[in-house]
């Protein structure tokens, strides 16, 4: 019997983008700070001239996928992570970035074979975003870590 499953013991191999809404930058700044602060703590170089990090801006939640595709495309990543924050507001806006973009990014996934990890604040308040994104704690830790657990476990079954 064969089991598959990522670890994070040689994380050096693995190559990151990281793709990030800047709207609602202040939590997406907090979630990119927790994801970098994760992949340098598992050996990931998170200098400006690393060759294993790469970060991508958008201009918000609903435009993750297409850069993610494109991204994804060029198979330069063993793995892409989105950071973006929705905030519930009065209109039905918030409905149809969270579908889109869940969507999508599921739909990258999928088609390029690449995996992509979720990293999008789907909040009622503004209050609830910042304890996800460092008052309580950064989800953007969790996220950096699934992708190194996806990375290597995509590297193990190809």
């Not at 598959?4 to 983008?17: K, N, P, Q």
């Not at 001239?49 to 990543?77: C, H, M, N, R």
């Not at 390029?112 to 503004?126: E, Y």
């Amino acid at each position: 019997m064969a089991i598959f499953e990522g670890t994070f013991e040689d994380s050096s191999r693995i190559r990151v983008c990281i793709v990030v809404a800047r709207f609602n930058d202040l939590i997406t700044n907090k979630l990119l700070s927790g994801c970098l602060d994760c992949l340098s703590r598992h050996g990931i170089d998170t200098k400006e001239e690393s060759e294993q990090l790469d970060i991508a801006w958008v201009p918000g939640s609903f435009e993750l996928p297409l850069v993610s595709k494109k991204l994804a495309s060029t198979s330069k990543y063993d793995v892409l992570i989105t950071l973006g924050a929705v905030i519930r507001g009065d209109t039905p806006h918030f409905d149809v970035v969270v579908s889109e973009a869940s969507k999508g990014i599921a739909s990258v996934s999928r088609e390029t074979g690449i995996p992509i990890i979720f990293g999008v604040l789907t909040t009622d308040t503004m209050q609830q975003a910042l304890e996800r994104a460092g008052i309580k704690n950064n989800l953007g830790w969790s996220y950096a870590l699934q992708a190194l657990e996806m990375g290597a476990l995509i590297k193990q079954v190809n």
